[in-house]
């Protein structure tokens, strides 16, 4: 059976390693629909080879000089056009692959649709965790993680009720070696060098600072419906040990790979079959030669601490420390903060913050937009200083 697929978010990195996998897989999926944010010219070019009914850009203009090129393609924009992607009755499974909080909403009318998600997008379980389990669970569909740590536990979570601790793996980010001092004076370049994996800029920021590791603790905790407690997270260079689980009778059972993306996003696309694909030669035991495990340097990466905080204090607090961050972390990629700002800011917005319990979708949407709004007043106040 052909598996039909929505992917929002197809110019990215998660996006196009999708589309490649599909490639593999030709027989196996039908792309129904793509979603992008201004790449336009490789989204015209996917939107040849692919043969989507249903595309969504960010802007009119763009969905405009689409429409002149593809006549015979339904075009959308703006999140109202995302909206309407996640909503489109033909497709089986959703891959979220946007960044930031416009995936939430998506994801949650692709749910109350009935259809499977693939999620790449970590702002919808931080944000919103209790409410999107929840939502799924009455509708019967299954929120299948991409990202490889996740998607390494989903493969290793047989028996819920034995379960001990879940082990969340890191590679310690390009400072992992760093002494404390250089680290605060590490420049863009040193940042965006991460050591294992090719990704965005703002996930490569939030590496380098573990607060992408946090924000992964919180995302397991919702996904897998384990304490915080319970979640561990362990520094391993050679990243081949995506995550494992801990059982309570003293058995680890762990998920071995090469860093690639491809398989993890495959897995969640096939799920629960298994084909050969672009990955199918793996982890070589003789090759690797050694694994490494370190505990984390929580005083070197605060970050990691703050978010483990936030997710054990609950109620928008997650909401807070996403927005805070991010909006950071974008000031930092333009040159307005030095690299250890990007902590400091985030702490001092997260303990200044009153969090709501319990909060509906337009509460957290309202207190992100407000998060954000406080965040960019202190960046600037901080430029004005300068």
């Not at 259809?115 to 569909?141: F, H, P, Q, S």
């Not at 407690?229 to 009778?249: G, L, N, T």
């Not at 897995?267 to 694909?277: M, Q």
């Not at 054990?312 to 997650?318: Q, S």
Request: with cysteine.
């Amino acid at each position: 059976m052909v598996k039909k697929i929505s992917i929002l978010g197809s110019t990215g990195s998660i996006g196009t390693q999708a589309l490649e996998v599909i490639d593999s897989l030709k027989d196996k999926f039908e792309v129904i629909a793509l979603t992008a944010g201004s790449n336009v010219n490789l989204l015209s070019c996917q939107i040849e080879k692919y043969q989507p009914k249903y595309v969504s850009v960010k802007n009119s203009k763009d969905s405009e000089y689409l429409s002149s090129k593809h006549p015979d393609v339904k075009i959308y924009n703006g999140e109202e056009g995302l909206i309407n992607i996640a909503d489109i009755k033909e497709a089986d499974i959703v891959l979220v692959a946007v960044s930031g909080k416009i995936g939430l909403k998506p994801t949650i009318e692709a749910i109350k649709n009935k259809k499977d998600i693939a999620l790449a997008n970590k702002e919808t379980l931080v944000m919103a965790g209790d409410i999107i389990m929840k939502l799924a669970k009455e509708n019967n569909v299954k929120i299948l993680p991409v990202d490889s740590e996740h998607s390494a536990i989903f493969q290793c979570l047989n028996n819920r009720k034995d379960l001990k601790h879940l082990i969340i793996t890191s590679s310690g980010g390009p400072f992992r070696t760093w002494e404390e001092d250089d680290i605060k004076n590490a420049e863009l370049k040193d940042v965006l060098n991460h050591p294992r994996w090719n990704m965005g800029k703002k996930i490569t920021v939030d590496s380098a600072t573990l607060m992408n590791k946090g924000l992964e603790v919180i995302e397991a905790h919702h996904l897998f419906d384990v304490d915080y407690d319970d979640i561990k997270v362990v520094v391993h260079p050679q990243s081949y040990v995506h995550s494992a689980v801990e059982y309570k009778d003293g058995s680890i059972i762990a998920q071995i790979g090469r860093p690639s993306m491809h398989i993890p996003i495959q897995y969640a696309l096939t799920y629960p079959d298994r084909y050969e694909g672009i990955e199918t030669e793996s982890f070589d035991f003789i090759k690797a030669a050694k694994l490494e495990f370190f505990e984390p340097d929580y005083k070197k990466f605060p970050s990691l601490n703050l978010a483990f905080e936030a997710g054990i204090k609950g109620g928008t607090y997650t909401v807070c420390l996403n927005a805070a961050n991010e909006e950071a972390v974008l000031a930092f990629l333009e040159g307005k903060l030095r690299f250890f700002d990007i902590y400091d800011i985030t702490k001092q917005v997260f303990d200044s913050y009153i969090s709501i319990n319990n909060p509906s979708i337009e509460q957290i949407l309202e207190e992100d937009d407000k998060i954000r709004k406080q965040t960019r007043a202190i960046i600037d106040r901080m430029q004005a200083v300068i």
